[in-house]
């Protein structure tokens, strides 16, 4: 039975990978509506930082390191503008995950098919599950706050009261990572559920968004230990390569102008790389709901 479970598991993982991979023109759209809208985003405060490096005392250490002189410097004397940008980009990140929900019906759709379709299919799919899929993030979201808003903050009180009389500090370091372990493990429950109501929404379509929520809820419920394998094999790996490149020596700052672009250029394969992983998380997942769901 254990090795069936990890069969499961491991033929989930390769066809969420062998879909993700079969993808290209999807992957392409989405890499370009990501910088699309980060350029939004970004491009206000880039052109601040920019006029602010004109005339800063560590300007021309930029492209050598980005201390922390720079950064406090940047933070203290463009603090209003900082505000006033962020306020500006709440409305671009609105629009951001809701043209990634748009999207979304559509990337289930060719997962599900498995075949390449006139970009015309794809567009009507992601308009025919777009309300359904809004839903259910909706529905996802108070789900998150009502189950992590009083974890963080009970699990908080909890691990103070505990060790309020410590006389060592070894029950506050080990009670912390406690404390968190248990707060990623739900975090990650309610990543699966979400996953999961998103598929059992576009495979039921007509049906209610709080009906798909329960069955997600339900479906990694009972599947706990297989659904958390799953989603940590499908996920972990487009992570751990930027982790990684995080230690490089290139971490550390850029010398030329060569290296930089170098930098831009290697930013944009990672963001490339975590989204064919977000197309094989889904795939996957989808794979494995459907075939424990053809075995009952």
Same mark, same amino acid.
């Given at each position: $039975? ?26 392409? &759209? ?5 910088? +699309? ?15 602010? *490096? ?11 390191? @980005? ?7 940047? !933070?203290? %004397? $463009? !603090?209003?503008?900082?505000?006033? $940008?962020? @306020?500006?980009? =709440? ?41 359904? #899929?809004?839903?259910?993030? &909706? ?6 706050? !009502? ?7 009970? &699990?908080?009180?909890?691990?103070? $009261? #505990? ?12 009670? %912390?990572? &406690?404390?968190? =372990?248990?707060?990623?493990? *739900? ?32 479906? %990694? +419920? ?7 394998? #799953?989603?940590?094999?499908?996920? @972990? ?10 230690? =490089? ?16 250029? @290697? ?12 197309? =094989? ?16």
């Amino acid at each position: $039975a254990r090795r069936a479970r990890g069969g499961a598991i491991l033929c989930a993982w390769w066809a969420g990978w062998k879909a993700a991979l079969g993808m290209p023109g999807i992957l392409i &759209l989405k890499w370009l509506v990501n910088l +699309s809208f980060a350029a939004a985003a970004v491009l206000p405060i880039g052109a601040l930082l920019a006029d602010r *490096l004109a005339n800063s005392a560590v300007g021309e250490q930029a492209f050598q390191a @980005l201390g922390t002189d720079l950064a406090v410097e940047f !933070a203290v %004397t $463009a !603090a209003p503008q900082l505000r006033l $940008a962020a @306020l500006a980009s =709440a409305p671009i990140a609105l629009a951001y995950l809701l043209v990634n929900l748009y999207l979304t019906g559509g990337i289930l759709h060719r997962l599900r098919a498995g075949v390449r379709e006139p970009w015309g299919e794809f567009f009507r799919s992601c308009q025919r599950h777009f309300w359904p #899929l809004v839903r259910v993030g &909706l529905f996802t979201a108070l789900l998150a706050a !009502a189950l992590l808003g009083p974890s963080v903050y009970g &699990l908080a009180r909890l691990v103070e $009261a #505990l060790t309020e009389d410590a006389a060592a500090p070894q029950p506050l370091f080990y009670l %912390t990572w &406690l404390h968190w =372990a248990i707060l990623l493990l *739900l975090g990650s429950w309610v990543a699966r559920v979400y996953d999961y109501a998103r598929i059992a929404a576009f495979l039921q379509p007509g049906g209610k968004a709080r009906t798909a929520l329960v069955r997600g809820v339900v479906f %990694t +419920s009972r599947r706990g230990t297989k659904t958390l394998a #799953l989603w940590l094999s499908l996920v @972990l790996p487009p992570l751990a390569l930027p982790l990684m490149l995080a230690t =490089a020596p290139i971490a550390d700052g850029v010398g030329t102008m060569e290296a930089m672009w170098a930098g831009v250029a @290697l930013g944009q394969a990672l963001l490339a790389l975590r989204i064919l992983g977000s197309f =094989a998380t889904l795939g996957g997942q989808m794979r494995f709901m459907r075939r424990a769901q053809s075995m009952k």
